[in-house]
Structures are given as structure tokens and as C-alpha cells.
């Protein structure tokens, strides 16, 4: 089992993703979880997860993956905050070792549009970021160096998105459909998405189940059925959400806000 962690968090919070594995493998004898660093510590873990180019983060851990005996007969993945559309796009790009379950808890698969609060101790980065986005979010400078950027997703200004947005215009097929992507995402079993209910750090909260804000205007939301994503079936969620492969689940509480009891009856069976 492979975890990715969260913004604004390193894999060895003993707080967040420690925690996490740990349960894990009191709850399930024998389990093997892989929890992904980038860097050579937690403090370059930290920063790659502001920093360092979404792209080759993917990259580094579909390596990661191969090079790992233990998942060659497949895994299943559950990332937290922007590591799930980070693991959504090692689904789509590496196929081996298979991915058998994605569970994204709290991602943002159609990005965000605002930054309203930061999750941890890392409030002064947030208003660097903010800062940043807010001037220039598309510029190949903020694309290339602000990992946030790359998920930023202006709905006033659809056209620089799909051309400009490095990493989730791709991975979402804004500029043209990768049969492959297509492909390789419906070889997973299942896809479950957690929302939770009272999110106050994503924007717009819809962005958890794969819905976002209407293009053109920054109020109203759509679901992701309604989405062209899904009624053109560019990426084949439709397929696979007729198949009985996406779950949608929601939780009470703010972001990644849930308890042990939540967590064993909700999330631990698609672990088994």
C-alpha cells in the first residue's frame, strides 16, 4: 500500500502520514505501506511539496514504485490533499506496478480556484503563495517553481489555463485526450473520492469529487456528470462510473478531519 502526503505536511509528521501508516498496520496484520518522500529528509520533503515541479514528482515516484519488489503484483494508493491528484497521475502515466485502488481524501482533481486557508504551521508560505498565484499564476516562473500553480484552475480564464496549467491541464485532458491516460486510469478497480463537509482550504470544496466552478464565472459549481469531462468522456470516468468504479464518499468535518472509527469502517475495507 503506498501513501502520499498532504500540502503544508512531510510524510513524517508524526501527526499526519506516521499516524496513518501506523494504524494501518495495526489494523491489517502484515501489511506493507510505502510512505513517499521526496528528498532525502523531512525538511526537503516539506519544501518539494511547495516547490518542485509536480511533473517530476510523479515522475520520481513511478521509479520509486518500479524499484520496489514488494508492489510488483500491484498496490493500492491513498493520497491525502494534493498528493491524490499527484497519485491519480501515476495512475494514469505508469501503469506497472497497478494500481488496484486509488482513495483520494480531500484531493483536488479539478484544482482549486483560492487559497482560503493553509493547513499546519505553514502560514507565512501560504501568503507567499497566494501572493504568487493572485499575480501570476499561468507565467512560466510561478507554473514552473510553485507546486500550488499547478493545480490552480482560474475558471475567468479557461483559455490560459488549458494552455499554460503544466500539470493539471494535462493529467485532466484539457488540450487534448491522451488515449493512454484514458486507458490506464479505467485499469483501476475502484476510485474513491472523500469530501469533507466542512472544508475551509479548498476551493471550491466540489473540486473533492471531481466537480468544479462553471467556466466563465467563479460562483456557481457543477458535479462532475455534469462536467464535458465526463459527458464527452475524455478521460473515462464515465465508463468507469457506469461500471460501478467510483465512489464518492462524504464526511462530516473540515479538512482531513475524520476519526480511526471513520476511517476503519469507510476506508479500510477497499485496503483489504
Known amino acids: 500500500h503506498v501513501i502520499w502526503q ?3 505536511d512531510s510524510c513524517c509528521n508524526p501527526l499526519s502520514m506516521g499516524a ?9 496484520p502484515g501489511i506493507y505501506v510505502l510512505s513517499l518522500m521526496i528528498g532525502k529528509n523531512v525538511v526537503q520533503d516539506t519544501e518539494n511539496g511547495f516547490f518542485m515541479d509536480v511533473n517530476q514528482q510523479v515522475s520520481l515516484v513511478c521509479s520509486q514504485l518500479a524499484q520496489d519488489a514488494r508492489l510488483k503484483g500491484g498496490f493500492n494508493a491513498m493520497g ?12 494514469q502515466r505508469c501503469p506497472s506496478p497497478p494500481m488496484k485502488t486509488l482513495i483520494s481524501v480531500g484531493g483536488q482533481h479539478q484544482g482549486v480556484y483560492g487559497l482560503p486557508r493553509c493547513p499546519g504551521e505553514s502560514s507565512h508560505i501560504c501568503d507567499v503563495i497566494r501572493k504568487a498565484l493572485n499575480s501570476g499564476a499561468y507565467s512560466d516562473m510561478v507554473q514552473k517553481h510553485l507546486v500550488q500553480a499547478q493545480y490552480w484552475h482560474d475558471p475567468l480564464n479557461d483559455d490560459l489555463y488549458k494552455k499554460h496549467s503544466l500539470f493539471l491541464a494535462d493529467i485532466n485532458q484539457e488540450r487534448a485526450v491522451n488515449e493512454t491516460y484514458k486507458k490506464n486510469l479505467q ?8 469530501k469533507f463537509l466542512q472544508d475551509s482550504v479548498v476551493d471550491p470544496v466540489v473540486s473533492e469529487w471531481f466537480g468544479f466552478l462553471k467556466t466563465g464565472q467563479a460562483k456557481e459549481t457543477e458535479t462532475l456528470q455534469e462536467s464535458l469531462l465526463y459527458k464527452e468522456d475524455r478521460l ?6 457506469k461500471a460501478g468504479k467510483l465512489v464518492f464518499l462524504a464526511t462530516e468535518g473540515d479538512h482531513l ?6 476511517f476503519n469502517a469507510n476506508l479500510l475495507p477497499y485496503l483489504r
Not at 496513518?20 to 491489517?28: D, L, N, R, S
Not at 473515462?236 to 462510473?241: C, I, V
Not at 478531519?257 to 471513520?262: A, D, H, K, V
Open 6 to 8: 498532504i500540502f503544508c
Open 20 to 28: 496513518i501508516k501506523k494504524m494501518m498496520e495495526e489494523e491489517i
Open 80 to 91: 491525502f490533499s494534493q498528493g491524490a491528484q499527484f497519485l491519480r497521475a501515476v495512475a
Open 187 to 194: 485499469l483501476l478497480e475502484k476510485f474513491v473520492m472523500v
Open 236 to 241: 473515462g470516468l464515465a465508463a468507469m462510473d
Open 257 to 262: 478531519q475524520f476519526t480511526r472509527e471513520w
